[in-house]
């Protein structure tokens, strides 16, 4: 049985992905300091004699026992709300954990898959973003600390494939949503459903015309997994290229929840990005993948699982810096 240690596992895209390894077969380490993750999340696993689960911080020292074969650091605050609440521990986790998690792979001869993000690009010059562009990235600006952070753990990743001759993948993430978001994690999916849940207007930054990409954690999960199966080392990205603006998004919402809501606007945040749509070309061509969810499905599944939460769930509120 082939063991697959998940960093960041009791989060939204961790706890997916220790579902999927579960399904293929894998004996999965699940590990988490729970700062931002959930254990209810994988509390369905726990039972399982496959599954075993570490509280710790993965910007200490990781000792694993035994034989390794894969490892997939997921492990970081990915919402504006979190990152900018607890911005050195974001700054550690992509410096610090990347490299304690490096040398274990070198350790192990394992495998390491990182998750970065397309905020690599920050507020791009270029449109749709592929993976020749730098970014336009402030590394002193509020979203400096993750954006700065993700791409030290891109560097710092090729540093050990080419140095060491480490067998790593880097997967550039863009906006991804799904069952177990946190209500109040300020990302705009979970804030809208929220918020159209509770009866109040839709807040909208600036005048809602930057634009996003939303790619469903199915489709998320099934691209992470084939590129880790590939041999591709260079940075991927992962995310659906249907691009939409916020104003558009928040109309959709009140669609499908049949609410009477407004869209309120409010200032738009600084660093916040215009545009967010990923060039998946590459993904196509080496993975043989592209996302298959349709935004309406999945906002509907999505609907679905806000809605399921209890009274006292639901008055818990996001305090939104980004859209």
């Given at each position: ?318 305090h939104r810096e980004f859209s």
């Open positions: 049985m082939k063991k697959v240690l998940i960093t960041g596992a009791a989060g939204f895209i961790g706890s997916h992905l220790c579902d999927r390894f579960i399904r293929e077969g894998f004996y999965v380490i699940a590990m988490d300091n729970l700062i931002t993750g959930d254990l209810k999340n994988i509390e369905h696993l726990f039972p399982l004699k496959q599954f075993e689960f570490y509280h710790h911080d993965v910007t200490t020292f990781v000792h694993i026992p035994g034989k390794l074969d894969y490892i997939l650091h997921f492990a970081s605050p990915a919402s504006p709300i979190d990152y900018l609440k607890i911005p050195i521990e974001t700054l550690k986790v992509g410096s610090l954990g990347t490299l304690n998690l490096l040398g274990l792979a070198k350790e192990k001869n394992a495998t390491i898959l990182v998750a970065s993000t397309s905020e690599v690009y920050g507020d791009p010059l270029v449109h749709p973003q592929n993976e020749d562009y730098y970014g336009n990235v402030s590394p002193v600006g509020p979203r400096g600390v993750y954006d700065e952070a993700k791409r030290f753990m891109e560097s710092i990743t090729m540093a050990y494939h080419r140095f060491h001759g480490v067998d790593t993948r880097i997967v550039r993430i863009f906006n991804t949503y799904g069952s177990r978001m946190r209500l109040n994690d300020g990302r705009v999916v979970p804030a809208f459903m929220g918020q159209a849940l509770r009866g109040e207007d839709l807040t909208v930054f600036g005048d809602g015309k930057q634009t996003r990409s939303f790619c469903y954690i199915d489709d998320q999960v099934e691209g992470i997994y084939k590129l880790l199966m590939s041999k591709y080392t260079d940075p991927i990205n992962i995310g659906n290229p249907h691009e939409t603006t916020i104003n558009e998004f928040a109309g959709e919402i009140i669609k499908l929840t049949g609410t009477t809501q407004k869209i309120i606007h409010k200032p738009l945040p600084k660093d916040d990005p215009m545009q967010r749509q990923p060039d998946i070309t590459r993904a196509r061509e080496i993975l043989n993948w592209e996302p298959k969810v349709e935004r309406a499905v999945g906002l509907k599944r999505v609907y679905e699982y806000f809605s399921s939460l209890s009274p006292e769930e639901l008055k818990i509120k996001e």
